[in-house]
């Protein structure tokens, strides 16, 4: 998702010679058909391969890859710590001159899930390795291209007559607007600042307020139904087994339901990036007629 948005980003500031690596042929087709000036890569970073070579004479790197959610560690292991191991040493294997690592709000979570320790294990190890570079963390994001979170919740609620909130719904939620990551990520290959960032949502909003304003958004017709938190996770659980990658996991529900409040800097003076609106985010987000409707591989 991020990584999507920020091509866009950087082609509306003017910013060239963009090279993305994905291992997905499907998403990278995607890219190519909105962005057919931007080079791209077919490559999984978890492999030593040819793709060390195009760190050769680079200026900056944007580290995006990411496990979110899975069933079992391998599928973090690999994405979260063996791809940003092969990195680190291509860029310094490279002397590329700036890094821009895009963490997580989780690494400061009193959760202990599979994505929280590989991420924290991900950042530890940019940090320790010696390379020029600044760490972002951001709260959870929404916006467009979103195959996860937020985007997947859209598309589930169209679909459904009834959508299940776990408990009450009033899990305090820190959303942070994908395009005003990405002007924040621009910035920084700018001003090349050398620190750590907590990149937190302005807004506080509640888990079953936001998904009342993405059913407002997509003109959703489904009734919003509490159900008992161990119900929730008994279904998760279920669909687990029928499905080897599915959208929501129950360590993403603990996670929700952690009571997490992440600190908040004033990134708007810090970075000179205005924040959207959470509504006006939604409706850009959802009724965008270039990008809205697109969906990437999952």
């Not at 090279?19 to 492999?47: E, G, M, T, W």
Request: charged share 20%; aromatic share 10%.
């Amino acid at each position: 998702m991020v990584g999507q948005n920020l091509v866009s980003c950087l082609e509306s500031h003017g910013c060239g010679n963009v090279l993305v690596i994905d291992k997905s042929a499907a998403n990278l087709a995607i890219l190519k058909r909105l962005h057919p000036r931007v080079s791209v890569l077919c490559a999984d970073l978890a492999q030593p391969g040819d793709w060390y070579r195009h760190f050769d004479g680079a200026e900056n790197i944007v580290m995006l890859q990411a496990q979110i959610g899975a069933t079992n560690s391998d599928p973090f292991v690999r994405n979260n710590i063996d791809s940003t191991r092969n990195v680190l040493d291509a860029i310094q294997g490279f002397q590329v001159p700036y890094t821009v690592h895009v963490s997580s709000s989780v690494v400061n979570s009193v959760a202990n899930d599979l994505y929280t320790t590989t991420k924290r294990e991900q950042e530890r190890l940019v940090t320790e390795s010696g390379i020029p570079h600044v760490v972002l963390r951001p709260t959870l994001m929404f916006g467009w291209f979103d195959r996860k979170h937020l985007g997947w919740l859209s598309r589930f609620m169209r679909r459904v007559p009834v959508f299940p909130i776990p408990g009450d719904g009033r899990y305090l939620r820190q959303p942070l607007y994908v395009g005003d990551f990405c002007e924040i990520i621009v910035s920084c290959l700018s001003s090349r600042p050398l620190q750590t960032f907590d990149i937190t949502g302005l807004e506080r909003i509640d888990y079953i307020d936001m998904i009342r304003e993405i059913r407002k958004a997509v003109g959703a017709r489904c009734a919003i139904v509490r159900i008992p938190y161990g119900l929730f996770s008994l279904l998760l659980r279920l669909w687990g087994v029928l499905d080897r990658n599915p959208p929501f996991t129950t360590e993403q529900l603990a996670a929700l339901i952690a009571g997490d409040v992440f600190d908040v800097i004033d990134w708007e003076a810090r970075f000179d990036v205005k924040a959207t609106p959470f509504t006006i985010a939604i409706d850009q987000t959802f009724r965008d007629p270039r990008f809205s409707e697109i969906v990437l591989d999952f």
